[in-house]
C-alpha cells in the first residue's frame, strides 16, 4: 500500500497524559499537513511541512501540541497534557507542489478519546 | 480570505434519483476547488478538483461538478444515486498558500 500511513488508529488515553501518532506520506511527497476533525465538523488545519520546515502552525496548535518531520519523510504530532477537548479524530494528508491546485492525499486518521 | 459554504448538512435520494450537493464559495481571486467523500471509518477520498481548466469536471464513481464563477458555485451532481454513495461529502477550497479550507460538510442519505 503506498498511500498515507498513520499510527495508531485509535488512541484512548487519560486526561493529563502526553499521546504521540505518527504518519508516513507518500514517499516522494514533500508537503504534510495535520488536521483535526471533530463530530459532525470538516476537518480544521492544524499545521503543515515542506521537506522538513515547519511552514504554519493554526492558532488551534496550543503549546500543548508540537509537531515535527526531522527528515522530510514521517511526522509525528504529540499532545502534553492531553484534555478532554483534545478528543476527536486526527488527519494527516501528504501532497506533491507542483503548482496550483496541489491534492492532498489523507491517512485514515487516528481516533483520540481522552478520559 | 478564502472560506466555502455547504448549504445542506443532510440530503437524502432515492436510489437510482439524481444528487445535488451544494457549495458555494468565497474567493478573493480564482481558486482551485475539490471534493472529497469520506466513508465512516475510512480516510478522506478525493472525488474530483477544479483547477482553472475546465469548468465541467468529472470525478470518480459517476460525479461530476461545475464551476459556476457568477454564482461561486461549485455543486457536486451524479445522474443516478447507488447505496454505496452514502457517506458525508466535503466541498474544499484552496487558499493562495494552497492551504486548503474545508465545508461543514453534507451528509448524503439514500433511501432504497
Known amino acids: 500500500d503506498t498511500g498515507v500511513s498513520q499510527d495508531p488508529r485509535h488512541k484512548i488515553t487519560k486526561r493529563g497524559q502526553n499521546v504521540t501518532f505518527r504518519c508516513d506520506p507518500i514517499s516522494e511527497h514533500n508537503r504534510l499537513y495535520w488536521y483535526r476533525q471533530t463530530l459532525g465538523q470538516g476537518p480544521e488545519f492544524l499545521t503543515y511541512?515542506?521537506?522538513?520546515?515547519?511552514?504554519?502552525k493554526s492558532r488551534l496548535l496550543s503549546d500543548r501540541f508540537s509537531a515535527e518531520r526531522p527528515k522530510g519523510s514521517f511526522s509525528t504530532l504529540e499532545i502534553q497534557r492531553t484534555e478532554q477537548g483534545d478528543s476527536a479524530m486526527y488527519l494527516c494528508?501528504?501532497?506533491?507542489?507542483?503548482?496550483?491546485?496541489?491534492?492532498?492525499?489523507f491517512g485514515p486518521g487516528t481516533r483520540l478519546l481522552v478520559l | 480570505a478564502q472560506s466555502v459554504t455547504q448549504l445542506d448538512s443532510h440530503v437524502s435520494v432515492s436510489e437510482g434519483t439524481p444528487v445535488l450537493l451544494r457549495c458555494n464559495y468565497s474567493s478573493s481571486y480564482s481558486p482551485s476547488l475539490f471534493w472529497y467523500v469520506q466513508h465512516p471509518n475510512k480516510g478522506l477520498q478525493l472525488l474530483l478538483k477544479?483547477?482553472?481548466?475546465?469548468?465541467l469536471v468529472k470525478g470518480i464513481n459517476g460525479f461530476e461538478a461545475e464551476f459556476k464563477k457568477s454564482e461561486t458555485s461549485f455543486h457536486l451532481t451524479k445522474p443516478s444515486a447507488h447505496m454505496s454513495d452514502a457517506a458525508e461529502y466535503f466541498c474544499?477550497?484552496?487558499?493562495?498558500?494552497?492551504?486548503?479550507?474545508f465545508g461543514k460538510g453534507t451528509r448524503l442519505h439514500i433511501l432504497p
Open positions: 477544479y483547477t482553472s481548466a475546465a469548468t
Open positions: 494528508a501528504s501532497s506533491l507542489l507542483v503548482g496550483k491546485g496541489e491534492t492532498q492525499y
Open positions: 474544499v477550497v484552496s487558499a493562495l498558500d494552497d492551504k486548503i479550507i
Open positions: 511541512f515542506q521537506n522538513e520546515a515547519q511552514l504554519e
